[in-house]
């Protein structure tokens, strides 16, 4: 399968830091979702970029496409401490399936 | 709205029992999905249901596993004889039936935590 890696696996940040995962594919995606995962939680959809150099916003959540749409990134703004969790992008397989690939996911620790 | 549930939340049992986990998906969905978290590792695919079918169980780890959806409701995952690398969450998730499949929204449940002892 068309494996997605993600760096960081873990960051510690305070509270006000900005924080940032990268989702790298080798090959072109036709779409990329976000989820994140609070701990002992599951995962809860948060966006879905499906177009070449796409950004979009929640509040202090920026997601950007690559143009090549091979990589993505989640980028937080000024983190507060109920962002703490695990963040994981996803891809449809595609074919007659709409099963999702994760890719390895960032643990975000925040400390007040 | 109700949201995917499954039960139970949690199982310990030993090496060689027989576990079964139910999920009820979001009422009307059509596609139930299957997907596994061993521990600090990514989230796997298992198999995926549309309505009582299964359309793909590419991702089920050998024959220990057995899944079915009888009427197209909920859905039960059993694992017979259980092996400690089973252990990890699995989660249920549903969506609805949506002609352009891209576009479709996975509704995950809060998964069933198994320990293999």
């Known amino acids: 399968g068309q494996q997605v890696m993600q760096i960081p696996q873990y960051q510690h940040v305070q509270e006000g830091e900005d924080f940032t995962t990268y989702c790298n594919s080798s090959t072109t995606l036709s779409n990329i979702q976000w989820y994140k995962q609070r701990p002992g939680g599951h995962p809860v959809f948060l966006i879905q970029l499906v177009k070449s150099g796409e950004v979009k916003k929640q509040k202090r959540l920026t997601f950007q496409f690559g143009e090549a749409k091979k990589n993505s990134s989640l980028h937080i703004t000024a983190t507060q401490t109920t962002d703490v969790g695990t963040y994981f992008c996803a891809h449809f397989a595609g074919g007659a399936t709409n099963k999702l690939i994760f890719g390895t996911g960032t643990l975000l620790a925040v400390q007040p | 709205e109700a949201g995917v549930t499954q039960f139970p939340s949690h199982s310990v049992i030993e090496k060689g029992q027989t576990v079964t986990l139910r999920c009820d998906p979001i009422?009307?969905?059509?596609?139930l999905y299957w997907y596994r978290r061993v521990m600090g590792k990514e989230i796997k695919f298992l198999l995926h249901?549309?309505?009582?079918?299964?359309?793909?169980e590419s991702g089920m780890p050998n024959n220990r596993f057995l899944a079915e959806r009888t009427g197209g409701t909920y859905s039960t995952l059993k694992v017979q004889p259980a092996e400690l690398e089973d252990s990890g969450v699995y989660f249920c998730?549903?969506?609805?039936?949506?002609?352009?499949?891209?576009?479709?929204?996975?509704?995950f449940g809060p998964g069933t935590r198994l320990l293999v002892l």
């Open positions: 009422s009307g969905h059509d596609n």
């Open positions: 998730a549903s969506s609805q039936d949506l002609r352009d499949r891209g576009q479709e929204t996975q509704y």
């Open positions: 249901f549309v309505k009582e079918s299964k359309q793909d």
